[in-house]
């Protein structure tokens, strides 16, 4: 039988004629050959290969979590994708390794040919970042440039449009805020819990009052430190407080979303709220992941240039280690571990809480 399609060569259907003709190197082209050049080229490339695919698999979970009745079937896909994501970071973060065979002589042979170029300029870094949905305002700033004013009209028009589009957090805040769960018919279940906390809390303060072991002055330490955490249990159970920290900049979740990731992670191991939870974990990873590619990238930076300014005009090394510090995404899921209560503390939930929230079938 006649296949439908006509047939097609490996090298066509890949490109490969266009790929492997787009290494240039400059010092080539400026009659000082610099063997390693060809290495920085290609894992440059090869970073931004895997840019455009992990811009791919967020650019379909936002356009699944766009939908203001979200189809349950599609996280699961969402699930699968953001696991890919993590999957191709943890390659991101390995591939600095090769480029770390290049010794900082050897890039001295040929970084003073790129000037201003630097990856600083990496328009698809900076759609990663802004489509996860770094926080403009929370950006490290470049002598107090822009993070794009170092990028083309067409690249800047890109970030732009992509900074005024919802992100992921955005997409996530408004999914979490629908869900169900969190007050059904008499059942409240944040007034069960906050009895559970201030047991538990309760139980805390008695440990440090009764520590035999405890001097004075440890004592005072710990019980300022217990009441810190107090303050942050009272601020989670209380939406003024909450507002008051999305005001100042420390929160992103609304108030209702908070509770709604919160309950996700102390009922995780319900069956309807497993997917969930295996979402939002992925979200953290992928946040974790990119920090540490941050300090990777920041420590081989380091060692390659050593204190000198970057090509791209930065203060190198330190200004690296402050995006690393300061460009996290999702806090507010970090922060969850806080408010986390141990499993045998947790309130029963209703019967028929317990039902809905499990796989049932009835004939
Ligand atoms: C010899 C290797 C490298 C050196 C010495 C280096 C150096 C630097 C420096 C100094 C900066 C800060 C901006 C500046 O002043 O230029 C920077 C930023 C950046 N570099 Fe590299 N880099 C290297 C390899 C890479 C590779 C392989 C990638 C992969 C794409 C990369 C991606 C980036 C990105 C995305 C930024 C912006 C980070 C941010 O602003 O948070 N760099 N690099």
């Not at 009209?153 to 919802?166: A, F, G, P, R, V």
């Amino acid at each position: 039988m006649k296949k439908p399609y006509p047939p097609i060569y490996y090298s066509e259907y890949l490109h490969l004629e266009k790929l492997l003709t787009s290494q240039s190197p400059k010092s080539d082209e400026y009659n000082q050959h610099a063997h390693d050049e060809m290495l920085f080229i290609i894992v440059h490339q090869a970073y931004e290969l895997w840019f455009k695919q992990i811009l791919h698999e967020l650019d379909s979970v936002l356009e699944m979590f766009q939908e203001n009745v979200i189809d349950e079937r599609n996280i699961g896909i969402a699930v699968s994708r953001l696991r890919r994501i993590t999957t191709i970071q943890k390659v991101l973060v390995d591939q600095l390794n090769i480029l770390e065979t290049m010794t900082p002589l050897d890039f001295l042979e040929f970084r003073d040919f790129l000037i201003p170029a630097s990856g600083f300029q990496s328009y698809q870094f900076r759609l990663i970042e802004n489509k996860l949905g770094l926080n403009p305002e929370s950006r490290v700033k470049l002598d107090n440039k822009n993070y794009y004013s170092l990028v083309s009209d067409e690249h800047q028009k890109m970030l732009i449009d992509s900074q005024n589009t919802i992100s992921v957090i955005e997409a996530v805040d408004k999914w979490l805020s629908r869900i169900p769960f969190l007050k059904m018919d008499d059942f409240d279940f944040w007034s069960y819990y906050k009895e559970a906390v201030s047991k538990l809390i309760e139980n805390e303060k008695q440990i440090i009052l009764n520590n035999p072991s405890l001097t004075d002055e440890k004592r005072e330490k710990q019980l300022k430190e217990f009441e810190n955490t107090k303050q942050k249990f009272d601020s989670l159970l209380d939406e003024e407080k909450h507002n008051a920290l999305i005001k100042q900049g420390l929160k992103r979740f609304s108030y209702k979303s908070t509770l709604a990731a919160l309950f996700i992670n102390l009922y995780r191991d319900e069956p309807v709220l497993h997917l969930p939870f295996r979402f939002l974990t992925y979200l953290v990873d992928i946040d974790e992941l990119f920090t540490t590619w941050r300090y990777k990238h920041a420590l081989m930076v380091h060692r390659m240039i050593g204190a000198k300014v970057g090509t791209g005009g930065s203060s190198g090394h330190h200004y690296l280690m402050e995006t690393a510090e300061k460009h996290k995404v999702f806090r507010d899921l970090f922060d969850l571990s806080t408010y986390l209560i141990p499993r045998s503390s947790l309130p029963e939930l209703p019967s028929g809480l317990k039902l809905k929230l499990g796989f049932n079938y009835f004939s």
